[in-house]
């Protein structure tokens, strides 16, 4: 039974013999165990280097407005956050679902190389790959070791509802039962009852380490504009200043931006490299978003209409007021 990095391989191989689309977009292996980088092959004879691990984390919908420009239809691997990205995408004008061939990835989850390191793991290893609902690790010398999976997953991992494709052409294999095993909102309801100073102080000391390296923004499906207003000098929107009012800007103006549009794909936590709980703003918004307008989850259907992205005389906000 081939795994999943063999029929990565084999598809992508047929996809570009046949012509179906001119990339395909996938993952790699990096120099390290840990490292599982995008991959964009156009020769058929380039699949061999595509791979699926532990660490294919990568969101590769956050990929796809630039390469679109030098081809006219691209196939690319998508998880189910992916999917939701792709449907974001679509759902903003950005691409249209034609120019896309979806191989959809089942996935169980990925794994977490910080968990890894807590359990002394990290510093021989050399290779890991999933077996069933285990990692086996493969260590300098040869020697391995099985450890449950479910121990080193990705935080985002745990809390995902969505572990099977949204939408796609082809389903690289079997749908997976995997539910969810943690509350993404419980750390939002613990937040909401401090003080309003003990929230204050909390998102001071969180956003003064921000050091606007943008990580974040980057790797965010949401944060597809043309043109970046953080990128403009005329008008400038955010200073240079190392101080804390431009970083809190920055940080507040871009969770407003992607409210309603955000996938909770967890990425742009994952990326920042001062370890700012980002997705704590994100879901403070999503559930403000859901009490004032109703259930709403960004990414799920790319017809659905954004909350904050059309107008009922209805909504509790006073348009009609004077």
């Not at 691409?95 to 996935?107: D, K, T």
């Amino acid at each position: 039974m081939m795994n999943l990095t063999e029929k990565m391989r084999q598809e992508a191989a047929q996809i570009l013999e046949k012509k179906e689309a001119g990339l395909v977009m996938g993952w790699g292996e990096g120099d390290y165990y840990w490292q599982s980088p995008p991959l964009f092959v156009e020769e058929a004879a380039g699949a061999k280097e595509l791979a699926f691990t532990p660490f294919s984390v990568n969101n590769l919908a956050r990929y796809l407005l630039e390469e679109l420009e030098s081809c006219e239809k691209a196939a690319l691997f998508v998880k189910g956050c992916d999917t939701r990205g792709i449907n974001r995408l679509i759902q903003d004008n950005r691409i249209q679902r034609e120019a896309v061939l979806l191989i959809g990835v089942p996935c169980r989850g990925l794994a977490d190389r910080e968990k890894l390191q807590a359990a002394g793991y990290d510093g021989s290893l050399e290779k890991a790959e999933r077996q069933g609902d285990s990692f086996v690790l493969t260590f300098k010398g040869g020697k391995t070791r099985e450890v449950p999976a479910g121990e080193f997953l990705l935080d985002k991992c745990l809390e995902c509802r969505y572990p099977n494709p949204l939408v796609y052409d082809r389903l690289l294999d079997d749908e997976v039962s995997k539910p969810r095993e943690r509350d993404p909102m419980v750390r939002i309801r613990e937040v909401a009852k401090k003080s309003v100073d003990e929230k204050y102080a909390y998102w001071q000391e969180k956003l003064s380490r921000c050091i606007r390296c943008y990580a974040c923004r980057n790797v965010c499906p949401a944060c597809n504009c043309r043109e970046c207003i953080f990128d403009q000098n005329v008008p400038r929107w955010v200073g240079k200043a190392n101080q804390l009012s431009e970083k809190q800007n920055y940080n507040i103006v871009r969770a407003f931006h992607i409210a309603g549009r955000c996938i909770d794909c967890g990425e742009c936590q994952r990326a920042c490299p001062m370890d700012i709980p980002l997705m704590e703003i994100n879901r403070k918004i999503m559930q403000d978003l859901t009490e004032l307008y109703g259930e709403y989850e960004a990414g799920l259907n790319p017809d659905d209409v954004p909350p904050l992205g059309t107008y009922r005389a209805e909504d509790p906000a006073g348009f009609s007021e004077r």
